[in-house]
């Protein structure tokens, strides 16, 4: 493939991939993790053990089952629970102005924080943060923002077995452990989806999964 300079969508997601993976590596406590095709860094300890408590219980109260942009049919590929975290709790804006400091992407283009949970057997099968052009949903991303560049992911809890957050392509497998921070990026140098990206949440087989995730646009999330 060749570098493209003349589309500004491709090239911002071109630049907003080097600048965040070189402000990342300078980052005390950030790790890069050895992986093919993809650039994902992991923070230990971004979250306070607190921190993570007041956010669980917030998902607690609020969960639901989990919903898929698009079904393919398959009623096991996402079994967990989600929920928005709403901004008028403080300790949401608090760990959403964390994870934008340690970024540095414009705040306006992430989408607002999600929590997520885990029982035992739930699962999130392998599949691409970034949004698969030529589907249905892709006309309304568009409106709201349009592609997914960065995903950042805070494990709120040490799981008892299963549960990891799997990158088949990439070769990584990670294991929760409370209050750390995983960050990737789901496109590749030439500001394309990465296919290395994929990725998925492994079926929890003792204890419960709590993560949050956050997903920035390569717009303005939320407006046309
Ligand atoms: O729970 C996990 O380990 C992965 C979650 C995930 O991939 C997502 O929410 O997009
Ligand atoms: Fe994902």
Not at 94 to 109: C, F, M
Not at 149 to 178: C, K, S
Request: charged share 25%; glycine share 8%; net charge neutral.
């Amino acid at each position: 493939m060749s570098t493209v300079t003349g589309d500004p969508a491709a090239f911002y997601r071109m630049q907003i991939g080097a600048w965040v993976k070189e402000r990342v590596k300078r980052t005390p406590n950030c790790l890069q993790i050895p992986a093919k095709g993809l650039d994902i860094f992991v923070a230990r300890d971004f979250l306070t053990a607190r921190e993570c408590e007041q956010v669980i219980a917030l998902i607690d109260k609020d969960r639901v089952p989990s919903g898929l942009l698009s079904s393919n049919g398959d009623p096991e590929f996402r079994t967990s629970e989600s929920c928005h975290l709403k901004m008028s709790d403080a300790i949401n804006v608090r760990v959403q102005d964390k994870i934008n400091a340690l970024t540095g992407i414009q705040p306006e283009h992430g989408e607002t924080i999600q929590g997520q949970r885990y029982a035992p057997g739930q699962q999130f099968k392998p599949h691409h943060d970034f949004f698969h052009m030529n589907t249905e949903y892709w006309e309304d991303m568009q409106r709201s923002g349009g592609q997914r560049t960065w995903t950042a992911m805070i494990f709120l809890n040490d799981v008892e077995a299963g549960g990891q957050t799997w990158f088949p392509e990439a070769n990584v497998r990670v294991t929760p452990r409370r209050g750390n921070l995983l960050l990737w990026n789901n496109m590749d140098e030439f500001g394309q989806p990465n296919h290395y990206s994929l990725h998925s949440g492994m079926p929890v087989e003792a204890g419960v999964k709590y993560v949050i995730t956050k997903w920035y646009r390569e717009r303005p999330w939320g407006r046309g």
